[in-house]
Protein backbone atom coordinates (compact mmCIF):
# COMPACT_ATOMS: atom_id res chain seq x y z
CA UNK A 1 0.00 0.00 0.00
CA UNK A 2 1.27 3.69 -0.39
CA UNK A 3 2.59 5.54 2.43
CA UNK A 4 4.33 8.60 2.87
CA UNK A 5 6.17 9.43 5.91
CA UNK A 6 7.17 12.42 7.22
CA UNK A 7 10.29 13.35 9.54
CA UNK A 8 12.41 16.59 10.33
CA UNK A 9 9.88 18.20 12.55
CA UNK A 10 10.67 19.51 16.00
CA UNK A 11 10.79 22.37 18.51
CA UNK A 12 12.96 25.50 17.47
CA UNK A 13 13.24 28.90 18.11
CA UNK A 14 12.14 31.43 16.41
CA UNK A 15 14.65 32.33 13.31
CA UNK A 16 15.66 28.98 13.66
CA UNK A 17 15.38 26.63 10.00
CA UNK A 18 14.16 22.88 9.50
CA UNK A 19 14.23 20.57 6.88
CA UNK A 20 11.16 18.31 6.64
CA UNK A 21 11.26 15.23 4.51
CA UNK A 22 8.59 12.87 3.18
CA UNK A 23 9.69 9.63 1.58
CA UNK A 24 7.08 7.69 0.03
CA UNK A 25 6.98 4.01 -0.50
CA UNK A 26 4.32 1.96 -2.54
CA UNK A 27 3.95 3.94 -5.50
CA UNK A 28 5.93 5.23 -8.75
CA UNK A 29 7.28 8.40 -6.97
CA UNK A 30 8.55 10.43 -10.12
CA UNK A 31 4.63 10.39 -11.56
CA UNK A 32 3.22 12.17 -8.61
CA UNK A 33 3.01 16.15 -7.85
CA UNK A 34 4.31 16.56 -3.97
CA UNK A 35 2.57 18.87 -2.29
CA UNK A 36 3.10 20.43 1.81
CA UNK A 37 0.32 21.89 3.70
CA UNK A 38 0.13 22.68 7.20
CA UNK A 39 -2.38 22.98 10.00
CA UNK A 40 -2.29 24.89 13.07
CA UNK A 41 -4.37 24.20 16.15
CA UNK A 42 -8.15 25.02 15.34
CA UNK A 43 -7.42 25.98 11.73
CA UNK A 44 -8.01 24.68 8.33
CA UNK A 45 -5.23 22.49 6.79
CA UNK A 46 -3.41 25.09 4.10
CA UNK A 47 -1.27 25.14 1.25
CA UNK A 48 2.52 25.07 1.97
CA UNK A 49 3.94 24.06 -1.20
CA UNK A 50 3.89 21.99 -4.35
CA UNK A 51 6.87 21.01 -6.64
CA UNK A 52 6.08 18.85 -9.82
CA UNK A 53 6.52 15.04 -10.76
CA UNK A 54 9.56 16.04 -12.41
CA UNK A 55 11.05 18.43 -9.99
CA UNK A 56 10.53 21.64 -12.67
CA UNK A 57 8.05 23.85 -10.66
CA UNK A 58 7.54 25.08 -7.75
CA UNK A 59 4.73 26.98 -6.21
CA UNK A 60 4.15 28.33 -3.16
CA UNK A 61 1.73 30.01 -1.09
CA UNK A 62 2.44 33.73 -1.34
CA UNK A 63 3.15 34.28 2.61
CA UNK A 64 5.98 31.58 2.41
CA UNK A 65 8.05 32.68 -0.92
CA UNK A 66 11.35 33.25 -0.14
CA UNK A 67 11.27 31.87 3.01
CA UNK A 68 10.32 27.87 2.10
CA UNK A 69 11.66 26.12 -0.39
CA UNK A 70 10.47 22.68 -1.97
CA UNK A 71 12.49 20.49 -3.63
CA UNK A 72 12.37 16.53 -4.26
CA UNK A 73 14.92 13.24 -5.04
CA UNK A 74 12.93 11.60 -7.43
CA UNK A 75 15.91 8.63 -7.13
CA UNK A 76 15.49 8.80 -3.15
CA UNK A 77 11.61 8.64 -3.44
CA UNK A 78 11.88 11.79 -1.16
CA UNK A 79 10.17 15.17 -1.29
CA UNK A 80 11.66 17.98 0.96
CA UNK A 81 10.41 21.43 2.88
CA UNK A 82 13.45 23.88 4.27
CA UNK A 83 11.89 26.13 6.06
CA UNK A 84 14.06 29.24 7.28
CA UNK A 85 13.74 32.09 9.11
CA UNK A 86 10.72 30.16 11.10
CA UNK A 87 8.22 32.08 13.01
CA UNK A 88 5.74 31.33 15.77
CA UNK A 89 2.59 31.60 13.42
CA UNK A 90 4.69 28.74 11.47
CA UNK A 91 3.99 26.57 14.24
CA UNK A 92 1.79 24.05 13.05
CA UNK A 93 1.18 20.26 12.24
CA UNK A 94 3.01 20.12 8.54
CA UNK A 95 1.90 16.87 5.67
CA UNK A 96 3.12 15.96 2.73
CA UNK A 97 0.76 14.54 0.28
CA UNK A 98 1.35 13.06 -3.30
CA UNK A 99 -1.28 13.96 -6.57
CA UNK A 100 -1.15 12.35 -9.92
CA UNK A 101 -1.77 14.18 -13.21
CA UNK A 102 -1.13 17.91 -12.74
CA UNK A 103 -0.19 19.48 -9.69
CA UNK A 104 -2.64 21.55 -6.91
CA UNK A 105 -3.43 24.28 -4.06
CA UNK A 106 -6.29 22.45 -2.75
CA UNK A 107 -6.07 19.95 -0.27
CA UNK A 108 -9.32 17.33 -2.02
CA UNK A 109 -6.66 17.07 -5.50
CA UNK A 110 -4.43 15.40 -3.10
CA UNK A 111 -4.52 11.31 -3.70
CA UNK A 112 -2.17 10.11 -0.97
CA UNK A 113 -1.51 11.92 2.82
CA UNK A 114 1.43 10.97 5.38
CA UNK A 115 0.61 11.22 8.77
CA UNK A 116 1.78 14.95 9.97
CA UNK A 117 5.04 15.87 11.78
CA UNK A 118 4.64 18.64 14.50
CA UNK A 119 6.76 21.98 13.96
CA UNK A 120 6.84 24.16 16.84
CA UNK A 121 8.76 27.36 16.93
CA UNK A 122 8.87 29.29 20.13
CA UNK A 123 9.82 33.15 20.24
Known amino acids: QVQLVESGGGLVQAGDSLRLSCTAS????????MGWFRQAPGKEREFVAV????????YYADSLKGRFTISRDNAKNTAYLQMNSLRPEDTAVYYC????????????????WGQGTQVTVSS
Open 97 to 112: AAKRWGYSRKTTAYHY
Open 26 to 33: GLTFSNYA
Open 51 to 58: ITDSGQTD
